[in-house]
Protein backbone atom coordinates (compact mmCIF):
# COMPACT_ATOMS: atom_id res chain seq x y z
CA UNK A 1 0.00 0.00 0.00
CA UNK A 2 1.51 3.19 -1.39
CA UNK A 3 2.11 6.21 2.02
CA UNK A 4 -0.85 8.16 2.67
CA UNK A 5 -1.00 11.45 0.86
CA UNK A 6 -1.31 14.22 3.52
CA UNK A 7 -4.40 17.07 3.36
CA UNK A 8 -3.56 20.16 5.06
CA UNK A 9 -6.77 22.23 6.07
CA UNK A 10 -5.52 25.37 7.07
CA UNK A 11 -8.16 26.98 9.78
CA UNK A 12 -8.45 30.59 11.30
CA UNK A 13 -11.12 32.31 13.42
CA UNK A 14 -14.00 32.01 11.72
CA UNK A 15 -13.74 29.95 9.39
CA UNK A 16 -16.81 28.37 7.69
CA UNK A 17 -17.69 25.13 9.01
CA UNK A 18 -19.22 23.69 6.17
CA UNK A 19 -16.25 24.83 3.38
CA UNK A 20 -13.77 22.77 5.37
CA UNK A 21 -16.05 19.97 7.02
CA UNK A 22 -18.54 18.62 3.86
CA UNK A 23 -14.75 18.16 2.12
CA UNK A 24 -13.09 16.52 4.92
CA UNK A 25 -15.72 14.10 4.97
CA UNK A 26 -15.90 13.41 1.83
CA UNK A 27 -12.15 12.97 1.87
CA UNK A 28 -12.37 10.35 5.59
CA UNK A 29 -14.99 8.51 3.39
CA UNK A 30 -13.04 8.20 0.36
CA UNK A 31 -9.99 6.93 1.91
CA UNK A 32 -12.55 4.18 3.73
CA UNK A 33 -13.13 3.29 0.12
CA UNK A 34 -9.79 3.20 -1.06
CA UNK A 35 -8.57 0.30 1.92
CA UNK A 36 -12.04 -1.48 1.76
CA UNK A 37 -11.34 -2.29 -2.16
CA UNK A 38 -7.65 -2.59 -1.58
CA UNK A 39 -7.01 -0.02 -4.10
CA UNK A 40 -3.55 1.07 -5.61
CA UNK A 41 -3.69 4.69 -4.72
CA UNK A 42 -2.88 6.09 -1.26
CA UNK A 43 -5.39 6.25 1.35
CA UNK A 44 -5.40 10.38 2.67
CA UNK A 45 -4.41 11.45 5.57
CA UNK A 46 -6.40 14.43 6.46
CA UNK A 47 -4.37 17.26 8.98
CA UNK A 48 -5.70 20.75 10.23
CA UNK A 49 -3.32 23.35 10.92
CA UNK A 50 -3.62 27.08 11.64
CA UNK A 51 -1.48 30.05 12.94
CA UNK A 52 -2.72 29.58 16.33
CA UNK A 53 -3.38 25.93 17.93
CA UNK A 54 -7.26 27.06 18.47
CA UNK A 55 -9.79 28.65 16.75
CA UNK A 56 -13.32 29.13 17.16
CA UNK A 57 -15.16 28.19 13.69
CA UNK A 58 -18.41 30.18 11.98
CA UNK A 59 -21.03 28.43 13.96
CA UNK A 60 -19.28 29.29 17.68
CA UNK A 61 -17.74 25.33 17.82
CA UNK A 62 -13.95 25.68 19.71
CA UNK A 63 -11.34 24.03 17.75
CA UNK A 64 -8.47 22.77 19.93
CA UNK A 65 -4.69 21.16 19.08
CA UNK A 66 -4.34 22.75 15.50
CA UNK A 67 -1.10 22.26 14.23
CA UNK A 68 1.05 24.96 13.14
CA UNK A 69 1.61 26.22 10.19
CA UNK A 70 4.70 23.12 8.87
CA UNK A 71 8.29 24.22 7.43
CA UNK A 72 7.72 21.30 4.75
CA UNK A 73 5.20 19.16 2.92
CA UNK A 74 5.62 16.05 2.14
CA UNK A 75 5.82 16.29 -1.91
CA UNK A 76 2.55 15.51 -3.41
CA UNK A 77 0.75 17.27 -0.74
CA UNK A 78 -2.65 18.61 -0.89
CA UNK A 79 -3.49 22.22 1.08
CA UNK A 80 -6.87 23.49 1.64
CA UNK A 81 -7.43 27.36 1.75
CA UNK A 82 -11.41 27.93 3.14
CA UNK A 83 -13.81 30.79 4.08
CA UNK A 84 -14.32 32.84 6.42
CA UNK A 85 -17.38 34.90 7.89
CA UNK A 86 -16.89 38.37 6.74
CA UNK A 87 -16.78 40.13 10.12
CA UNK A 88 -13.67 38.34 10.96
CA UNK A 89 -11.38 39.93 8.12
CA UNK A 90 -10.36 42.96 10.43
CA UNK A 91 -9.57 40.49 13.70
CA UNK A 92 -6.42 38.77 14.17
CA UNK A 93 -4.09 41.04 12.01
CA UNK A 94 -0.88 38.89 13.71
CA UNK A 95 -2.45 35.59 12.93
CA UNK A 96 -3.49 36.96 9.44
CA UNK A 97 0.26 38.23 8.32
CA UNK A 98 1.63 34.82 9.73
CA UNK A 99 -0.64 32.85 6.99
CA UNK A 100 -0.03 34.93 4.36
CA UNK A 101 3.68 34.36 5.17
CA UNK A 102 3.45 30.93 4.55
CA UNK A 103 1.32 30.66 1.78
CA UNK A 104 3.61 32.85 0.25
CA UNK A 105 6.29 30.43 -0.03
CA UNK A 106 3.74 27.83 -1.66
CA UNK A 107 4.10 27.04 -5.40
CA UNK A 108 1.67 24.86 -6.38
CA UNK A 109 2.95 22.14 -9.07
CA UNK A 110 6.34 22.14 -7.75
CA UNK A 111 7.07 18.58 -5.95
CA UNK A 112 3.23 18.07 -6.88
CA UNK A 113 1.76 20.75 -4.30
CA UNK A 114 -1.68 20.85 -4.76
CA UNK A 115 -3.71 23.82 -3.21
CA UNK A 116 -7.35 23.51 -3.04
CA UNK A 117 -9.57 26.94 -2.11
CA UNK A 118 -13.42 26.81 -1.13
CA UNK A 119 -15.66 30.07 -1.16
CA UNK A 120 -13.19 32.92 -0.07
CA UNK A 121 -10.26 31.19 0.11
CA UNK A 122 -9.36 31.96 -2.94
CA UNK A 123 -8.36 35.53 -1.26
CA UNK A 124 -6.47 34.30 0.84
CA UNK A 125 -4.60 32.65 -2.05
CA UNK A 126 -5.07 36.12 -4.02
CA UNK A 127 -3.61 37.95 -1.12
CA UNK A 128 -0.73 35.62 -1.08
CA UNK A 129 0.43 36.10 -4.94
CA UNK A 130 -0.59 32.55 -5.92
CA UNK A 131 -3.12 33.72 -8.29
CA UNK A 132 -1.23 35.81 -10.54
CA UNK A 133 -1.57 34.62 -14.08
CA UNK A 134 -4.13 31.54 -12.81
CA UNK A 135 -7.59 31.23 -13.88
CA UNK A 136 -9.78 30.76 -10.88
CA UNK A 137 -13.01 31.40 -9.21
CA UNK A 138 -14.86 31.92 -5.98
CA UNK A 139 -18.31 32.85 -4.21
CA UNK A 140 -19.79 34.98 -6.52
CA UNK A 141 -20.22 37.52 -3.67
CA UNK A 142 -16.56 37.91 -3.82
CA UNK A 143 -15.29 38.19 -7.39
CA UNK A 144 -14.85 41.44 -7.70
CA UNK A 145 -12.91 41.29 -4.57
CA UNK A 146 -10.79 38.75 -6.06
CA UNK A 147 -10.44 40.49 -9.07
CA UNK A 148 -9.04 43.33 -7.02
CA UNK A 149 -7.03 41.91 -4.83
CA UNK A 150 -5.05 39.73 -8.00
CA UNK A 151 -5.77 41.83 -11.03
CA UNK A 152 -3.49 39.43 -12.93
CA UNK A 153 -5.77 36.68 -12.23
CA UNK A 154 -8.38 35.16 -14.90
CA UNK A 155 -11.73 35.46 -12.36
CA UNK A 156 -13.98 33.15 -14.02
CA UNK A 157 -17.84 33.68 -12.95
CA UNK A 158 -20.50 31.11 -12.84
CA UNK A 159 -18.49 28.14 -11.93
CA UNK A 160 -18.73 25.34 -9.61
CA UNK A 161 -14.79 24.98 -9.80
CA UNK A 162 -11.87 25.42 -11.93
CA UNK A 163 -8.53 23.55 -12.11
CA UNK A 164 -5.36 26.02 -13.24
CA UNK A 165 -2.68 23.07 -13.14
CA UNK A 166 -2.26 21.77 -9.30
CA UNK A 167 -4.78 24.83 -8.49
CA UNK A 168 -7.90 24.11 -7.83
CA UNK A 169 -10.88 26.92 -6.83
CA UNK A 170 -14.39 26.60 -5.94
CA UNK A 171 -17.24 28.59 -5.59
CA UNK A 172 -19.50 29.24 -2.14
CA UNK A 173 -19.85 26.50 0.74
CA UNK A 174 -21.66 23.62 -0.81
CA UNK A 175 -19.10 23.74 -3.41
CA UNK A 176 -16.46 23.04 -1.54
CA UNK A 177 -18.04 18.86 -1.67
CA UNK A 178 -18.55 19.04 -5.61
CA UNK A 179 -14.84 19.71 -5.62
CA UNK A 180 -13.92 17.28 -2.91
CA UNK A 181 -15.62 14.76 -5.20
CA UNK A 182 -14.18 15.75 -8.51
CA UNK A 183 -10.68 15.42 -6.70
CA UNK A 184 -11.68 11.83 -5.19
CA UNK A 185 -12.48 10.66 -8.77
CA UNK A 186 -8.96 11.68 -9.93
CA UNK A 187 -7.41 10.27 -7.25
CA UNK A 188 -8.94 6.88 -6.46
CA UNK A 189 -11.46 6.83 -9.46
CA UNK A 190 -15.35 7.94 -10.49
CA UNK A 191 -16.48 4.67 -8.52
CA UNK A 192 -15.48 5.69 -5.04
CA UNK A 193 -16.36 9.00 -5.63
CA UNK A 194 -19.48 7.77 -6.40
CA UNK A 195 -19.67 5.61 -3.82
CA UNK A 196 -18.82 8.80 -1.24
CA UNK A 197 -21.59 11.17 -2.77
CA UNK A 198 -24.24 7.96 -2.31
CA UNK A 199 -23.41 7.80 1.33
CA UNK A 200 -23.33 11.50 1.91
CA UNK A 201 -26.49 11.65 -0.37
CA UNK A 202 -25.27 13.99 -2.01
CA UNK A 203 -25.57 14.79 -6.21
CA UNK A 204 -22.73 14.53 -8.46
CA UNK A 205 -22.86 18.34 -10.01
CA UNK A 206 -20.68 19.89 -12.36
CA UNK A 207 -20.71 23.55 -13.53
CA UNK A 208 -22.61 25.03 -16.39
CA UNK A 209 -18.47 25.26 -18.05
CA UNK A 210 -17.48 22.06 -17.05
CA UNK A 211 -17.36 18.95 -18.49
CA UNK A 212 -20.52 16.67 -18.78
CA UNK A 213 -20.27 14.04 -16.05
CA UNK A 214 -18.33 10.93 -17.06
CA UNK A 215 -20.66 7.73 -18.04
CA UNK A 216 -19.04 6.39 -14.76
CA UNK A 217 -20.31 9.24 -12.68
CA UNK A 218 -23.94 10.01 -15.06
CA UNK A 219 -27.49 8.84 -13.97
CA UNK A 220 -26.22 8.12 -10.51
CA UNK A 221 -28.09 11.39 -9.07
CA UNK A 222 -30.65 9.10 -6.97
CA UNK A 223 -30.52 7.47 -3.19
CA UNK A 224 -31.80 3.84 -4.43
CA UNK A 225 -29.02 1.47 -2.53
CA UNK A 226 -30.54 -1.63 -4.95
CA UNK A 227 -29.53 0.35 -8.50
CA UNK A 228 -25.85 1.83 -6.66
CA UNK A 229 -25.29 -2.30 -5.76
CA UNK A 230 -25.74 -2.95 -9.42
CA UNK A 231 -24.65 0.21 -10.96
CA UNK A 232 -20.79 -0.24 -8.37
CA UNK A 233 -20.65 -3.88 -9.88
CA UNK A 234 -20.95 -3.02 -13.56
CA UNK A 235 -18.49 -0.18 -13.19
CA UNK A 236 -16.28 -2.68 -11.20
CA UNK A 237 -16.37 -5.63 -13.79
CA UNK A 238 -17.40 -4.15 -17.31
CA UNK A 239 -15.97 -6.82 -18.98
CA UNK A 240 -17.91 -9.56 -17.43
CA UNK A 241 -21.15 -11.14 -19.38
CA UNK A 242 -24.24 -8.87 -17.77
CA UNK A 243 -27.45 -10.33 -18.92
CA UNK A 244 -30.40 -8.32 -17.35
CA UNK A 245 -31.47 -11.32 -15.21
CA UNK A 246 -27.99 -11.64 -13.81
CA UNK A 247 -28.31 -7.72 -12.71
CA UNK A 248 -31.20 -8.25 -11.32
CA UNK A 249 -30.51 -10.81 -9.30
CA UNK A 250 -27.89 -8.22 -7.27
CA UNK A 251 -31.00 -6.11 -6.68
CA UNK A 252 -32.82 -8.73 -5.48
CA UNK A 253 -35.85 -7.60 -8.07
CA UNK A 254 -36.83 -9.49 -11.60
CA UNK A 255 -35.56 -8.20 -14.73
CA UNK A 256 -39.30 -6.32 -15.19
CA UNK A 257 -38.50 -4.58 -12.23
CA UNK A 258 -35.20 -3.86 -12.56
CA UNK A 259 -35.56 -1.82 -15.62
CA UNK A 260 -38.66 0.08 -14.42
CA UNK A 261 -36.67 1.21 -11.39
CA UNK A 262 -33.37 1.90 -13.96
CA UNK A 263 -36.14 4.72 -15.84
CA UNK A 264 -37.33 5.73 -12.59
CA UNK A 265 -34.34 6.51 -11.04
CA UNK A 266 -31.62 6.95 -13.39
CA UNK A 267 -33.71 7.85 -16.81
CA UNK A 268 -32.04 4.90 -18.24
CA UNK A 269 -31.94 1.50 -18.89
CA UNK A 270 -29.93 -0.75 -17.31
CA UNK A 271 -28.35 -2.18 -21.08
CA UNK A 272 -27.88 1.86 -22.01
CA UNK A 273 -25.84 2.11 -18.64
CA UNK A 274 -23.39 -0.82 -19.10
CA UNK A 275 -23.06 0.64 -22.67
CA UNK A 276 -21.69 4.00 -21.46
CA UNK A 277 -19.55 2.24 -18.55
CA UNK A 278 -17.95 -0.07 -21.48
CA UNK A 279 -17.64 2.91 -23.55
CA UNK A 280 -15.77 5.30 -20.56
CA UNK A 281 -13.52 2.09 -19.92
CA UNK A 282 -12.59 1.66 -23.81
CA UNK A 283 -11.94 5.48 -23.89
CA UNK A 284 -9.60 5.59 -21.17
CA UNK A 285 -7.81 2.73 -22.31
CA UNK A 286 -7.61 4.38 -25.79
CA UNK A 287 -6.55 7.45 -24.14
CA UNK A 288 -3.88 5.33 -22.47
CA UNK A 289 -1.91 3.92 -26.04
CA UNK A 290 -4.17 0.34 -25.96
CA UNK A 291 -5.25 -0.45 -29.49
CA UNK A 292 -8.68 -0.73 -30.72
CA UNK A 293 -9.00 -4.48 -29.74
CA UNK A 294 -7.27 -4.30 -26.66
CA UNK A 295 -9.98 -1.18 -25.47
CA UNK A 296 -12.72 -3.36 -27.12
CA UNK A 297 -11.99 -6.31 -25.15
CA UNK A 298 -11.06 -4.56 -21.40
CA UNK A 299 -14.27 -2.80 -21.76
CA UNK A 300 -16.23 -6.13 -22.33
CA UNK A 301 -17.33 -5.27 -26.15
CA UNK A 302 -17.47 -8.44 -27.91
CA UNK A 303 -14.99 -7.05 -30.80
CA UNK A 304 -13.84 -4.02 -32.20
CA UNK A 305 -17.00 -3.34 -34.79
CA UNK A 306 -19.14 -3.73 -31.74
CA UNK A 307 -17.42 -0.37 -29.98
CA UNK A 308 -17.31 1.04 -33.00
CA UNK A 309 -21.11 0.88 -33.17
CA UNK A 310 -21.27 1.98 -29.48
CA UNK A 311 -19.65 4.95 -30.31
CA UNK A 312 -21.10 6.18 -32.90
CA UNK A 313 -24.61 5.57 -31.28
CA UNK A 314 -22.98 7.30 -28.15
CA UNK A 315 -22.65 10.21 -30.44
CA UNK A 316 -19.37 10.46 -29.79
CA UNK A 317 -17.17 12.80 -32.22
CA UNK A 318 -14.64 11.10 -34.17
CA UNK A 319 -14.02 7.43 -33.93
CA UNK A 320 -12.17 4.51 -31.26
CA UNK A 321 -9.05 4.64 -33.34
CA UNK A 322 -8.99 8.55 -34.10
CA UNK A 323 -9.47 8.63 -29.70
CA UNK A 324 -6.24 6.14 -29.28
CA UNK A 325 -3.18 8.00 -28.07
CA UNK A 326 -0.12 8.35 -30.11
CA UNK A 327 2.61 5.50 -29.33
CA UNK A 328 5.60 7.99 -29.15
CA UNK A 329 3.61 9.62 -26.28
CA UNK A 330 1.73 6.52 -24.38
Known amino acids: MPEPKQVLFVLQDDSLVLDW ?13 VTALKLDVPALDLRFAGPRAEATGSVGIRLQALEPLPDTLPDGSWVVLVGRTSAAEARA ?14 APGRAGLRLVTVCSGALLAAQAGLLDGRRATTHHHHLDDLARLAPRCTVLQDRVF ?7 TS ?8 LALHLIAEHAGELVAARVAEQMAVALRRGPGDPELSP ?12 HRVQDALSRAPGEDWPLARMAGLAAT ?15 SPQAYLRGVRLAVAKRALAAGASVAAASDAAGFSSELQLRRAWAAAGWPGSPSGARRPAQQA
Do not use: C, K, M, Y
Open 171 to 178: AGVTAGID
Open 254 to 268: TPRTLSRLFAQHAGT
Open 93 to 106: PSARRELLAWLAHL
Open 216 to 227: LLAHRQHLNARL
Open 162 to 168: VRDGELF
Open 21 to 33: AGPAEALRLASLE
